[in-house]
């Protein structure tokens, strides 16, 4: 997650500490504030699935080619639809955080596609107009009400973000989701209102794992953070220290929720506390 923020400095040279960034994937929502390299506030994250498990859903649902996996092709079918034929309700709207929520929205999406007898066993290809038009109808609509809720948290990350860092200029918008032309024109409109400037890494980097990483690599190499290489030969009993799940950085007050700290009991230590725990010794 922290190499899919930093990969906008690959790009952008002039992109400079503080900024704050979305990430939008398959597997996460993260909102953060990065105050320095390795120096990261955590303003928000999904308390259950990701906006891309939502299109993926979706698009598996309507019957559409995932081929190229779910986003483009509801990105494409929602140009069709109308998005104000279905009223779904946006998530977390009595929550005044920058969390994110998708799982309720996947079943709004659900219910309203078992209602209109669509088939997913019949792609989309072969379906009726009516039946193409019914489900371009939900696309567009699933689609606006997810990205809406994406505006709302960007909305509130970035009044609370100037708070801590008045200096801010940019909104990085990255991951796979961050591909999308109608989540990238949306949040340039929120970005534009606040006096920000959206960067956005263009698709080919939003989605290239191997290019982010070695970048966010080298950003720290270049300030002299890093392990000396292990031994050749290792010996067979070897450990490494294997962290599946841990936070890029401590959670921002304001925005602590109790039903989520209490699900997600944090074992680890963040990136941030162990850079800085690191920084310390060296003085
Ligand atoms: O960051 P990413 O490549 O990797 C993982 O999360 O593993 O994100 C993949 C996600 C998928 O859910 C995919 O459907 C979504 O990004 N995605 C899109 C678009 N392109 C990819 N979602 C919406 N619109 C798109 N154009």
Request: glycine letters at 6%; hydrophobic letters at 40%.
């Amino acid at each position: 997650m922290e190499a899919h923020a930093l990969v906008a400095r690959l790009m952008e040279r002039e992109l400079q500490f503080p900024f704050m960034a979305l990430l939008i994937s398959g597997g996460h929502n993260l909102l953060i504030l990065a105050q320095g390299l390795g120096q990261y506030i955590q303003l928000g994250t999904s308390i259950d699935d990701a906006i891309g498990e939502a299109y993926d859903k979706t698009a598996k649902w309507l019957g559409l080619d995932m081929r190229r996996s779910g986003g483009p092709a509801i990105e494409e079918l929602a140009r069709e639809g109308d998005a104000e034929s279905i009223k779904f309700s946006i998530p977390m709207k009595q929550h005044k955080d920058c969390n994110f929520s998708y799982a309720g929205l996947k079943t709004q999406v659900r219910l309203a596609i078992e209602s209109r007898n669509i088939n997913a066993e019949i792609p989309i290809s072969c379906a009726s107009s009516q039946d193409r038009r019914s489900r371009a109808d939900i696309a567009a609509s699933f689609q606006r009400v997810a990205v809406l809720h994406l505006e709302e948290r960007c909305e509130r990350a970035i009044e609370w973000a100037l708070k801590i860092e008045p200096s801010i200029k940019h909104l990085v918008v990255s991951g796979g989701v961050a591909s999308n032309q109608y989540v990238r024109a949306r949040l340039d409109q929120v970005v534009k209102k606040n006096s920000l400037q959206l960067v956005c890494p263009p698709p080919s980097l939003c989605t290239d794992n191997g290019v982010m990483v070695a970048w966010t690599g080298i950003e720290h190499f270049r300030v002299g953070r890093f392990d000396p290489p292990p031994p050749a030969v290792e010996s067979e009993d070897f450990v490494y220290d294997l962290r599946p799940r841990w936070p890029l950085g401590e959670e921002y007050a304001e925005g602590r929720s109790e039903a989520r700290s209490l699900r997600k009991a944090r074992i680890h230590p963040s990136l941030t506390s162990i850079i800085q725990a690191s920084l310390q010794q060296q003085h």
